[in-house]
């Protein structure tokens, strides 16, 4: 029963947080935000990965869901997503409607969840005893494995910017 339910839940959960990113771009200044929205998840994915994989071996956090996850990779993917969001923040005037402080807790929140959502995935998986959601990319796993991150951060994303566009300042 419960792997029916991780299975029905794999194939359910793509598409209900992939309309979030169709929603994004039906907000103001879409085409900045969704390129935020990239910019963030990626940069999130990618510092949580380099740095656990050159520097966060030491540091695993012994999760029997994703056992190779590090503490050090967790910390430089959260860092990633708010400083980037930091940089949105100065060389974008107008995409947010807050003041700094409020850009870095976003980016918390953002790389946070992004984490999150790949822990989710990988449970998931594993629930459904799958190591992979399939082989479309070398080394990291199939589609729904490059995009998990991207599926959880969607919808907050979504409604924060829905809000701040409804109640600037």
Request: proline share 4%; glycine share 12%; charged share 15%.
């Given at each position: ?89 100065y ?21 946070i ?6 822990l ?8 459904a ?41």
């Amino acid at each position: 029963m419960e792997n029916s339910a991780a299975t029905v839940m794999a194939a359910i959960y793509p598409g209900f947080f992939i309309a979030y990113i169709i929603r994004i771009s039906e907000l103001q200044n879409a085409s900045l935000l969704l390129f935020y929205f990239f910019s963030v998840v990626f940069v999130n994915d990618i510092m949580a990965y380099i740095a656990g994989l050159s520097i966060g071996r030491g540091t695993r956090m012994g999760l029997i869901i994703s056992p190779k996850k590090s503490l050090v990779g967790f910390i430089f993917g959260f860092l990633g997503a708010v400083g980037i969001s930091i940089l949105y923040y100065y060389t974008i005037p107008g995409l947010f409607n807050i003041e700094i402080g409020g850009v870095i807790i976003i980016g918390s929140v953002f790389g946070i969840v992004g984490i999150l959502g790949d822990l989710v995935e990988s449970a998931l998986k594993r629930s459904a005893e799958v190591k992979d959601s399939g082989e479309i990319i070398p080394g990291r796993g199939g589609l729904l494995d490059s995009i998990d991150s991207m599926l959880f951060v969607a919808p907050i994303f979504y409604y924060i910017f829905k809000i701040s566009q409804k109640y600037p300042g």
